[in-house]
């Protein structure tokens, strides 16, 4: 499967409640469908028109705050006509919406399944759960695979219909492949009697640079089963001599003046032009909560064929501290999406408890751009607080970024760590969003990319 497990839902007339013409049911599997594997795939419509989708016995969004995905008034039973599986129909679907895929079995019931009952028919042949502990490999290095079982359910929160009731005795084929060839690298079967959380380990040989996929088969209930996971190797770049001299910078590649005439800024809210003899002529948003101001930002002047490579830019925003602000900065590439993600995450709060200077301050950001089209906006975040840039500058960073030294806590204090802690606001956003490779690719690549020194004993400096 391409791209994703649709369930189209076509009304024929309407049902009263629904407002809908259709309505799609959607499981976004992108680089999680692989060829060979199996998946269990159920829809559930009941006699109040509401549909429940299930994918390897857990309804889609399971766990999560998406309730609306899971469950959905659709359409009366018996206004159902026609029943399509791999297409929308041989007449309609163009190629591109034909599943790649084979079917084994197609059941239809003449009731409503309930969460136990889809559970239970998908236990039937995956009595255990299987999580393999890492993706990413070193090469020419021996490694391992940890993989750790569990009874079906055991670690499913909350909990789906009935647990798999132990011991599980069955046995796992282990075998990692290397995609360029098709080439068996290690292969191991381990017999298994599970009770609880059981790990074992895939020893591996040294390893190449590449893709490669763990493939993971066993026999229960009659049927032969396979389900697999990818793994990347990779040969971290040598780090450059750290550096603590200041950051070195280009010419500008892009300026702008958000006083100037004939700007082409976007607004929404009116903007003003203010004159100040102190911190000189600024654009001002309105005063109102969410009034904001825009411009494009083109860094063509950087691209090499028309492309940007993720090499580190510094953008400075002139603002005026000459009244009370509060003020977010975001940053928005080029995109038809109808949602956007910011890739600077910025903004300054100013004046009462913050005493006004009266002049025109610099902050600064470091951004790592990928495609040459963004676009800037400066947003009033709190009512009274009105947003204000005077001028906006982006330079590129010649050569490499100084280094980074982090210093723990002393004492007792606990430290902070890096990733995913502040929901997105995390190298996801600011450092590779935009990347063509995975940022967990790009890190463990290139770890002093960002202008990171990390020792081998892997503390700070």
């Given at each position: 499967?391409?791209?994703w497990?649709?369930w ?33 795939i ?6 109040a ?5 299930f994918?390897?016995g857990?309804?889609y969004?399971?766990?999560l ?13 018996g206004k ?5 599986v791999?297409s ?7 190629n ?10 197609l ?6 399944l ?12 995956a009595?255990?759960?299987l999580?393999?502990?890492r993706?990413y490999?070193?090469?020419?290095a021996?490694e391992k695979?940890d ?8 670690m ?10 132990v011991?599980?005795k069955?046995s796992?084929n ?9 080439k ?7 017999p298994?009697e599970?009770?609880?959380?059981k ?11 590449g893709n490669?996929?763990a493939?993971y088969?066993?026999?229960y209930?009659g049927?032969s ?9 990779y ?8 550096s603590v001299?200041?950051l ?7 300026e702008?003046s ?6 082409n800024g ?11 003899a102190?911190t000189?002529?600024y654009?001002?948003a ?5 009034a904001?101001?825009?411009y ?9 064929n028309?492309?940007l490579?993720?090499?580190?830019m510094?953008?400075d ?5 000459d009244k009370p ?5 975001y940053l ?17 709060q ?5 005493a ?6 610099k902050?600064?950001y470091l ?8 676009l ?6 709190i009512e ?7 001028k ?5 960073v010649?050569g490499?970024?100084p ?9 007792n204090l606990?430290?902070r760590?890096?990733?995913h802690?502040d929901?997105d606001q ?13 940022q ?16 081998k004993s892997g503390?700070?400096?």
């Amino acid at each position: 499967m391409y791209h994703w497990l649709r369930w189209d839902l076509g009304i024929v007339g309407q049902m009263p409640q629904e407002k809908e013409s259709n309505i799609e049911l959607t499981n976004q599997s992108r680089r999680r469908w692989r060829r060979g594997d199996w998946w269990h795939i159920s829809l559930v419509w009941n006699s109040a028109g509401l549909t429940k989708l299930f994918v390897n016995g857990l309804p889609y969004g399971h766990g999560l705050d998406s309730g609306a995905s899971i469950a959905r008034r659709v359409l009366a039973q018996g206004k159902i006509e026609r029943f399509f599986v791999g297409s929308q129909s041989a007449q309609t679907a163009p190629n591109s919406m034909r599943a790649d895929a084979a079917f084994a079995d197609l059941k239809i019931y003449r009731r409503a399944l309930s969460d136990s009952d889809v559970v239970a028919q998908y236990r039937r042949f995956a009595p255990f759960d299987l999580a393999q502990e890492r993706q990413y490999l070193r090469a020419n290095a021996a490694e391992k695979i940890d993989l750790d079982f569990w009874p079906g359910g055991q670690m499913t929160k909350p909990l789906v219909g009935n647990a798999v009731a132990v011991p599980v005795k069955t046995s796992v084929n282990a075998s990692f492949i290397r995609d360029a060839d098709g080439k068996v690298i290690a292969q191991q079967t381990f017999p298994l009697e599970i009770r609880g959380e059981k790990t074992l380990s895939l020893p591996l040989p040294p390893l190449q640079t590449g893709n490669y996929r763990a493939v993971y088969r066993w026999k229960y209930g009659g049927a032969s089963l396979q389900t697999s996971r990818r793994a990347y190797v990779y040969a971290p770049q040598k780090a450059s001599p750290t550096s603590v001299s200041a950051l070195k910078l280009g010419a500008p590649i892009v300026e702008i003046s958000c006083a100037a005439q004939g700007t082409n800024g976007l607004e929404s809210g009116a903007t003003q032009v203010v004159e100040n003899a102190k911190t000189g002529a600024y654009r001002e948003a309105a005063s109102t909560r969410d009034a904001r101001f825009s411009y494009g930002l083109d860094l063509s002047a950087a691209a090499i064929n028309g492309k940007l490579n993720g090499a580190p830019m510094q953008i400075d925003i002139y603002w005026p501290d000459d009244k009370p602000r509060s003020m977010g900065w975001y940053l928005y590439r080029a995109s038809g999406a109808k949602e956007q993600r910011d890739r600077l995450e910025g903004g300054v709060q100013s004046g009462n408890e913050y005493a006004l200077s009266h002049r025109t301050q610099k902050t600064s950001y470091l951004i790592y751009p990928w495609t040459t089209k963004y676009l800037f906006e400066a947003r009033t975040v709190i009512e009274g607080f009105p947003a204000a840039v005077s001028k906006i500058v982006v330079r590129p960073v010649v050569g490499r970024l100084p280094k980074l030294a982090l210093h723990l806590p002393s004492g007792n204090l606990q430290s902070r760590s890096f990733g995913h802690l502040d929901e997105d606001q995390s190298f996801d956003a600011l450092f590779a969003y935009d990347a063509p490779l995975s940022q967990e690719e790009r890190e463990v690549k290139n770890p002093t990319a960002c202008g990171l020194s990390l020792p081998k004993s892997g503390h700070p400096p």
